[in-house]
């Protein structure tokens, strides 16, 4: 007589009230594997269990990650092989004895042991082909705010071969983690060229003339519905994974502040780049640390911030020696990878002009963040400084007409007017400190544009 999964319940002599929760995600993953036997619908119609009902140390480790269900799914088969190996064995039983191909399963052999691979994983999300692998493709890629590629062995695969066929193996830290209550939460891949940019302003916080606010929609609706768009629409292969941004203007305009914020409001994570740890002199080395850089960033999926871009995505130059050919080849080198990169790149930059040409048909959208005009001066203004710490005598109106001031010069005179205040034991900045203030943002930002000119000079005129 034919077996089946279900007559072959997950069981243990002496269960510990600590394993339930790990008990019910084994009993779900089976139950998936099952429907998929039976040929009936199965990641559909066979949701999740409710995890919070449970204590112990995956049910603790799962909640602290936020895992989507798909996540879970792919965190649970990584463990199957280790807590139950049986149950894979018994389901390649059963496809024989049905006399099915099970191909589609996916299994891999690894240490006298079946694992689950990309493939198993795409069999147990959905019915169509096609679409179930492209959707755990896009789980494996790190392309959900959820991301479970670093808690995974990635193994070094032939040129060509698919992340699907590689093998779902955990971390020895992740597998601690998710049987003992004493394991200390894994940790992750350190960052090596790039920084975290983080604010404590909220998105209402952001001052901004209404154009450009308009032109940031378009990045809006890529982080909210981007990684539905080629399965959801059939425009796989008819657009280009990814989406690419370039902020340009004057400095002190928003652009860093605004990057922040589009990670913060949709709850994903932004890195600058550091640029001079990515730079180096070596031949070769530039490149490799990029394609790090890019690499992570795809695998855990970061918004990617290049600051004063045009420092490394500037114009490429005629050839007059090895040093000029060296530095063309990084030019060539990222407008390859940016093209291929499935995640979210912004760059920014004082200087439009400075950046090679070739990179402006690579952007899906273009932000300019202008000066501010006297009306959103006003706002600035208001937003830097409360109205109970403005001295009588302070008209905030006439600032912000008189003076043509950015965001950040604007941050900078309260910050100086506020320690003058202070320092006399005042509870409220007065007109004079802040005219005081504004002096010397206004003789530092003459010197800034007389330096500048005479660089471009000495760059012009070697």
């Not at 042991?113 to 096609?130: E, H, K, M």
């Not at 802040?434 to 007389?450: E, S, W």
Request: charged share 20%; hydrophobic share 40%.
């Amino acid at each position: 007589m034919m077996t089946s999964l279900q007559q072959f319940p997950i069981s243990l002599s002496r269960p510990h009230p600590q394993d339930e929760g790990l008990r019910a995600e084994l009993a779900w993953c089976q139950a998936l594997f099952q429907a998929r036997l039976d040929d009936k619908p199965a990641h559909s119609s066979l949701s999740a269990p409710d995890l919070s009902i449970y204590s112990g140390p995956y049910a603790d480790f799962i909640r602290s990650c936020q895992f989507s269900a798909q996540s879970r799914l792919v965190v649970c088969l990584g463990l199957v092989p280790i807590v139950l190996p049986q149950m894979l064995e018994h389901l390649l039983q059963s496809y024989e004895e049905k006399e099915l191909p099970f191909s589609e399963l996916g299994f891999a052999e690894f240490q006298g042991t079946l694992w689950p691979t990309g493939q198993t994983l795409a069999s147990l999300l959905g019915d169509d082909p096609i679409q179930s692998r492209r959707l755990a493709l896009q789980v494996l890629s790190g392309q959900f705010q959820t991301d479970v590629l670093p808690l995974f062995v990635v193994e070094s695969s032939e040129e060509g071969e698919s992340r699907l066929w590689q093998k779902l193996r955990l971390k020895e830290d992740v597998v601690a983690a998710c049987l003992c209550s004493d394991a200390p939460l894994p940790q992750k891949e350190p960052v090596r060229y790039a920084s975290l940019l983080t604010t404590p302003l909220t998105w209402e916080a952001l001052v901004l003339p209404s154009a450009v606010l308009g032109a940031l929609d378009e990045i809006e609706l890529w982080l909210c519905f981007g990684h539905a768009l080629e399965s959801e629409w059939q425009l796989a292969g008819k657009i280009r994974s990814g989406f690419r941004a370039l902020f340009y203007g004057p400095p002190g305009t928003g652009k860093s502040m605004t990057a922040a914020l589009l990670g913060k409001k949709h709850e994903r994570p932004v890195y600058r780049v550091d640029i001079s740890a990515v730079v180096s002199k070596y031949i070769g080395e530039t490149e490799k640390n990029l394609s790090r850089l890019f690499q992570q960033a795809e695998q855990q999926g970061w918004i990617l911030f290049f600051d004063e871009a045009d420092a490394l995505f500037g114009q490429r130059v005629q050839t007059a020696g090895a040093n000029d050919q060296f530095a063309n080849q990084n030019v060539a080198y990222l407008l390859q990878r940016i093209e291929s990169f499935t995640g979210i790149i912004i760059l920014a930059t004082n200087l439009q002009e400075n950046l090679d040409s070739a990179f402006f048909r690579r952007f899906e959208t273009t932000v300019h963040f202008p000066l501010p005009d006297a009306s959103v001066r006003l706002t600035l203004w208001e937003h830097a400084l409360p109205a109970t710490k403005r001295g009588a005598d302070v008209d905030l109106s006439e600032l912000a007409s008189q003076y043509p001031l950015t965001g950040a010069e604007i941050v900078n005179v309260v910050r100086y007017a506020a320690l003058k205040a202070m320092s006399r034991s005042a509870s409220a900045v007065s007109l004079d400190e802040l005219q005081t203030g504004i002096r010397q943002v206004t003789t530092f930002q003459a010197q800034a544009t007389r330096f500048a000119g005479k660089h471009a000079f000495f760059q012009s005129h070697p």
